[in-house]
T-cell receptor, first 115, second 111 residues
Framework: NAGVTQTPKFQVLKTGQSMTLQCAQDMNHEYMSWYRQDPGMGLRLIHY???????DQGEVPNGYNVSRSTTEDFPLRLLSAAPSQTSVYFCASSYEEGMVGTEAFFGQGTRLTVV | LAKTTQPISMDSYEGQEVNITCSHNNIATNDYITWYQQFPSQGPRFIIQ???TKVTNEVASLFIPADRKSSTLSLPRVSLSDTAVYYC????????????FGQGTELSVKP
């Protein structure tokens, strides 16, 4: 199993450009989510999904769109990139089994710079 | 806002036991306490999770007292490779993997 795969690993964008960060998981997990991590900070939740066709906003959703057409894929779209979106982006997938909390599996991250 | 509070940083030496305490005065009854480890330039990695009392796995132990207002992650005999940021999360059951991270504890292990 590859786990959670994010592409690209690095990206430089100009202000105003749009792009899509890709995230795919091969563990058949119900839940997927996107986080951003700024230098010296913890992760902040952008958007999450509890299943195909269902998405919801997290802590910092502005400027980002998501969709979940399949269980495996959860792309994150930057509509019009701004320097404030320079960050490292992590995708995660997780599941619940019985009355326990989740164990999330994270991708290796996409380092995005907006100039 | 994160429901948990941790020390910003800790120092230790190789071979010592490290205990990182997390405060969570107002967690809900369906919250599990979960710890993640993050190395530089990598995504977080699940370490351990518990609800009450003590849980132990091959990596760490987690102690949560009966009042659940705090918890302690214990790393036995740390090595240099345990240098990382450790996050304590209150992870609610049945919330779709919606994890809220705080700032974490930066652990530095010295030789």
């Amino acid at each position: 199993n590859a786990g959670v795969t994010q592409t690209p690993k690095f990206q430089v964008l100009k202000t105003g450009q749009s792009m899509t960060l890709q995230c795919a998981q091969d563990m058949n997990h119900e839940y997927m989510s996107w986080y951003r991590q700024d230098p010296g900070m913890g992760l902040r939740l952008i958007h999450y999904s509890v299943g195909a066709g269902i998405t919801d906003q997290g802590e910092v959703p502005n400027g980002y769109n998501v969709s979940r057409s399949t269980t495996e894929d959860f792309p994150l779209r930057l509509l019009s990139a701004a320097p404030s979106q320079t960050s490292v982006y992590f995708c995660a997938s997780s599941y619940e089994e019985g009355m326990v909390g989740t164990e999330a599996f994270f991708g290796q991250g996409t380092r995005l710079t907006v100039v | 806002l994160a429901k948990t509070t941790q020390p910003i940083s800790m120092d230790s030496y190789e071979g010592q036991e490290v205990n990182i305490t997390c405060s969570h005065n107002n967690i809900a009854t369906n919250d599990y306490i979960t710890w993640y480890q993050q190395f530089p330039s990598q995504g977080p990695r699940f370490i351990i999770q518990g609800y009450k009392t003590k849980v132990t796995n091959e990596v760490a132990s987690l102690f949560i007292p009966a009042d659940r207002k705090s918890s302690t992650l214990s790393l036995p005999r740390v090595s240099l490779s345990d240098t990382a940021v450790y996050y304590c999360l209150a992870d609610p059951y049945n919330q779709g993997g919606k994890l809220i991270f705080g700032q974490g504890t930066e652990l530095s292990v010295k030789p």
